[in-house]
């Protein structure tokens, strides 16, 4: 079978639904279907690329050649199908899951949300199979600019105003990031990603390669959530709970670990990280960030507030393990890109089950939740074990491979700053889970049962997900493998 077009296809096909979602506005029934059948084709697509993926073929598409040495390529590597995986699988669990809210919440302009919806998922996918630092970037403002709408959905005041705040962090970002590709081009010729990176013949002055870095860190950081670049995430839950789902667990924030996984790995490799001190700025970020946004977390009684500074420091976690330079601590990073999703998304998705049936948004008032949502809730605590390291969710799988990869190379300290984060992981949500279920309710909660099934079943199928991979994380999708090869191409390149 020939998989050369399958890429493209895989990122085209999300696009073409959007004039059928748009014709559709005035049958509901009929749009949401184009928007679930995109999204299973575009999963099954990129499935098809997994066995391939899982023998170390790059499959590699030329589209067009804007310059010598520089064409707009997409290339269906190990490490973008892993992210293209994750993407497109979550993402039908998030199309049911949007039904069930959209309509429970009774939301206006539904229309213009799922045909936003799809543009993200098609700019996700691209940016998983860029080749190079060019469709990179083409694709990773693409996301920008299809999330926005999204972000203001609600378009009062609160939303536009996290709008604006998100475009200034997001566009800036991105001119930050064609800034470090222009000066990259300019020393090496080439924009490729190349396991080990493209700076190893080219002769840097310390000065030269802090400054592309920084860059480079400021393009892919503000996504990523690094500190201080993170502000615009906890605004934008003025988002319907979908939306935050997408920004939290699957898209937007996951481009931006990838991307930084692809600067460090594909763009300087590790020796010129280790020559310039480069990992050690991005430990120092990413210790600080892990930490501090922990601590930021227990303020917040709006509960996506919480959900979403602990976004920002588990975001770190992966970052962290990028800058360790080991292969064991990059296993974990690119395990708990997709362990992470699973966790963070039954969580935004029992925060909008919670507001739509009970419409409680505040930690709280949720006294005694657990009796009329029982299984919203422990979904809900099979999330929070997993964020928390506890076996046998998969957290604690990745959380064990960053430790492993600290030891792996003589650092103790971010071994420290997981065991104190998981401590904090515990402080701020065990309390949910101690209110829901041994707080007695008010009288409001009488009458009242679970949410939805189209919101039900997508929120406990992910937590049970979650459970499954923290057992074998090799089940249905071979991610363990997928992680191990990425971080041998990386530290042994050919």
């Given amino acids: 079978m020939d998989l050369t077009y399958i890429p493209l296809y895989a990122v085209l096909v999300s696009l073409a639904a959007v004039p059928f979602i748009l014709l559709s506005s005035k049958k509901p029934n009929l749009r949401e279907f184009w928007t679930i059948l995109a999204g299973v084709i575009k999963f099954l697509l990129v499935l098809t690329l997994l066995p391939s993926a899982l023998q170390g073929n790059t499959i590699e598409l030329e589209l067009l050649e804007i310059a010598p040495n520089l064409p707009l390529v997409l290339k269906a590597d190990t490490f973008g199908v892993f992210f293209a995986l994750i993407a497109s699988g979550l993402w039908i669990f998030t199309s049911f899951y949007s039904i069930g809210y959209m309509r429970g919440h009774h939301e206006k302009k539904q229309t213009r949300y799922f045909a936003s919806f799809a543009v ?28 926005y709408p999204l972000v203001i959905h609600s378009e009062n005041k609160k939303a536009i105003a996290a709008g604006r705040k998100y475009l200034t962090y997001t566009l800036t970002a991105g001119l930050l990031l064609i800034a470090a590709a222009g000066i990259t081009y300019a020393l090496t010729g080439t924009l490729d990603f190349e396991a080990g ?75 010129v990280m280790a020559e310039f001190g480069l990992n050690e700025i991005l430990m120092v970020l990413a210790g600080i960030t892990v930490i501090v946004a922990s601590l930021l977390a227990f303020a917040q009684d709006n509960l996506k507030r919480r959900l979403a500074y602990s976004t920002v420091g588990h975001l770190s976690y992966i970052v962290l393990g990028v800058a360790l330079l080991t292969e064991t601590g990059l296993i974990g990073s690119i395990m708990h890109i997709s362990f992470h999703a699973t966790m963070k998304i039954t969580l935004f998705f029992c925060a909008g089950a919670i507001m739509v049936n009970l419409h409680k948004k505040d930690i709280s008032t949720m006294n005694g939740i657990a009796k009329v949502m029982p299984w919203t809730m422990a979904a809900f605590t099979i999330g929070s074990m997993g964020l928390a390291g506890i076996p046998p969710v998969n957290g604690f799988v990745s959380k064990w491979y960053l430790a492993s990869g600290a030891l792996e190379g003589d650092l103790i300290i971010p071994v420290i700053i997981l065991v104190v984060s998981g401590l904090l992981n515990v402080g701020y949500f065990f309390p949910i889970i101690h209110r829901a279920y041994f707080r007695k309710g008010g009288p409001e909660l009488e009458g009242h049962t679970e949410a939805s099934p189209f919101m039900v079943v997508p929120l406990f199928s992910t937590a049970v997900l979650s459970i499954l991979f923290g057992l074998n994380p090799d089940l249905f999708f071979n991610f363990f493998d997928m992680a191990t090869a990425v971080a041998s191409s990386i530290f042994n390149p050919l």
């Fill in 120 to 147: 993200c998922l098609s700019s996700t996918i691209g940016i998983a199979f860029s080749g190079n630092l060019l469709t990179f970037i083409i694709f990773y403002e693409m996301l920008t600019l299809a999330t």
């Fill in 197 to 271: 990176g493209i700076f190893g013949d080219t002769e840097l002055s310390h000065t030269m390669a802090v400054t592309i870095f920084l860059l480079f860190l400021g393009g892919v950081g503000v996504k990523a959530g690094i500190m201080p670049l993170h502000s615009w995430l906890p605004s934008a839950m003025a988002a319907p709970t979908p939306v935050s789902s997408l920004l939290h667990a699957v898209a937007v924030v996951k481009s931006g670990v990838f991307g930084v996984i692809r600067v460090v790995g594909f763009i300087f490799g590790p020796e």
